[in-house]
């Protein structure tokens, strides 16, 4: 089978990004990273533009007037590498619609919380806040709306009374890469079919 190219977009220490890059390099995923895209100048996922042999772009959203600018940039650079998938690995970003119907079926998101509850920003707080008894993290499809879209995988955690929101987010993180490279090494072997608005897993 023809390995897939996957794109990673990241915006922090990128260590999801370096857990899906790890899984390529092993052969537990079927796929090349073709390269690695950031929006953040200082962010930690820069350190390894040295280790790892793929090309590494920055587009600093500093540097263009508009949200549509930067998006478009963001496209351009897409575009240039031909990705078969879109892992954002910690991209902090929303991307327009048009982008994300462009590449509608290639784009997987993680996100640290069982979707569709807690979306958006310190989801570890908000599932501590709710007195959850369980939380987790979610590999899925990428749509428009913001951390929606078909669920691949998701992986559960017991939260503990003695849990902060550190604590919490640490031992999701955990989860968060076995459930990013499973998802990912599904889509690269061609096991996953979206049916109705949600995942099917082929054998």
Same mark, same amino acid.
């Given at each position: ?21 790890? #899984?390529?390099?092993?052969?537990? =995923? &079927?796929?090349? *990273?073709?390269? +690695? ?8 996922? %820069? ?54 119907? #462009?590449?509608?079926?290639?784009? =997987? &998101?993680?996100? *640290?919380?069982? +979707? ?8 570890? %707080? ?78």
């Amino acid at each position: 089978m023809t390995k897939k190219k996957v794109l990673l977009l990241a915006s922090g220490r990128g260590s999801n990004a370096s857990a899906l890059y790890e #899984a390529m390099q092993d052969g537990r =995923i &079927n796929g090349i *990273p073709v390269g +690695l895209i950031c929006d953040i100048p200082q962010a930690q996922i %820069r350190q390894k533009e040295k280790e790892w042999d793929i090309p590494f772009f920055l587009v600093d959203r500093k540097e263009y007037p508009t949200k549509g600018a930067f998006n478009k940039k963001i496209k351009m650079q897409v575009d240039a590498l031909h990705p078969d998938l879109i892992c954002l690995a910690g991209f902090m970003r929303i991307l327009d619609a048009d982008f994300v119907r #462009a590449y509608e079926g290639r784009i =997987i &998101n993680i996100h *640290p919380s069982l +979707l569709p509850s807690f979306k958006g920003l310190h989801a570890q %707080r908000q599932a501590l806040e709710a007195g959850v008894k369980v939380a987790g993290c979610t590999v899925h499809f990428v749509t428009p709306a913001m951390d929606d879209g078909p669920i691949i995988t998701q992986e559960t955690v017991p939260v503990y009374e003695t849990d902060t929101e550190d604590t919490l987010a640490n031992r999701i993180l955990v989860k968060e890469h076995l459930a990013f490279v499973h998802a990912v090494s599904l889509f690269c072997n061609d096991q996953l079919e979206i049916c109705e608005s949600r995942v099917v897993h082929r054998k």
